[in-house]
């Protein structure tokens, strides 16, 4: 026999209220069906858009930290190019030359002191020179660090102007610069 048959048998075979009380309840059946179906199509959809809105997000990040290595290896790049331009500078006597230049020789309080230390990862060092100028102007102390910025390899790492004798202005200046430095292997 078919199932149709069986079914409509069945049907047939009870009461009037008896076949209500059937229908109902298969349509309250189906009815809760629908619902829990609905409702775990909702449920899901919203886990997943939340899932996504996460991936987006992690995305972004991923692609801000690729944007800043490849600045990183752009700028290293060029730090490079300018390191190997000039392989024997020297720091303290570019300075030396500088002040002559200026003729701020006699404001040096005392000898630039050099100091060098290996900076990220064993592939620089960064060599320091501090100085100190006592008695100069405005316009001489303008000069210096023009000429200092103008420098690409140099750049200034500390500046401190106290108010000298008369007109004039005492200061300690540290500038630096890097060196590769060679692998001992």
Same mark, same amino acid.
């Given at each position: 026999?078919?199932i149709l048959e069986k079914v409509s048998l069945l049907l047939l075979s009870k009461e009037q209220e008896d076949f209500y009380k059937y229908i109902g309840g298969y ?8 619902? $829990?179906? +609905? ?12 899932? !996504?809105?996460? &991936?987006?997000? /992690? ?5 801000l930290l690729l944007e800043k290595v490849k600045t990183i290896e752009q700028q290293k790049e060029s730090v490079d190019a300018v390191l190997n331009t000039e392989k ?36 620089? $060092?960064? +060599? ?12 001489? !102390?303008?000069? &210096?660090?023009? /000429? ?38």
């Open positions: 026999m078919n349509a309250l059946g189906l009815f809760i069906i629908c619902i $829990s179906i +609905i409702g775990y199509y909702y449920s899901a959809t919203s886990n997943l858009k939340s899932n !996504l809105q996460s &991936l987006y997000k /992690t995305q972004q990040e991923c692609k024997s500078f020297k720091i303290k006597n570019y300075f030396e030359e500088l002040l002559r230049s200026l003729n701020l020789t006699p404001n040096q309080k005392r000898d630039a002191e050099v100091t060098e230390e290996e900076i990220l990862k064993n592939q620089y $060092s960064e +060599i320091k020179l501090s100085a100190q100028l006592q008695g100069i102007s405005m316009k001489q !102390l303008c000069q &210096l660090l023009e /000429t200092l910025e103008k420098k690409e390899r140099l750049y200034t790492k500390d500046l401190i102007i106290t108010k000298g004798r008369g007109p004039t202005i005492d200061v300690a200046i540290t500038i630096g610069t890097l060196k590769q430095v060679t692998s001992k292997d």
